[in-house]
């Protein structure tokens, strides 16, 4: 699963500040951010989740 976040400014232009991975490695699950200022991904292991069937846009 990949994605993007972004900022939208006061002109309501868009800035892509992280892009973002849900990978599986070994068995186990990590969200990979990459920032713009960064050029390695940091991982962040997946340590809980909680289901729900909510579906839609935040």
């Given at each position: ?11 309501g ?10 990978i ?35």
């Open positions: 699963m990949k994605g993007l976040a972004y900022r939208i400014g006061p002109e232009t868009k800035t892509v500040t992280e892009s973002l991975r849900l599986s490695m070994k068995g186990e699950i990590f969200y990979l951010a990459k920032m713009g200022y960064n050029p390695l991904s940091v991982a962040f292991k997946l340590t809980t989740a909680i289901l729900s069937s909510h579906r839609g846009r935040c």
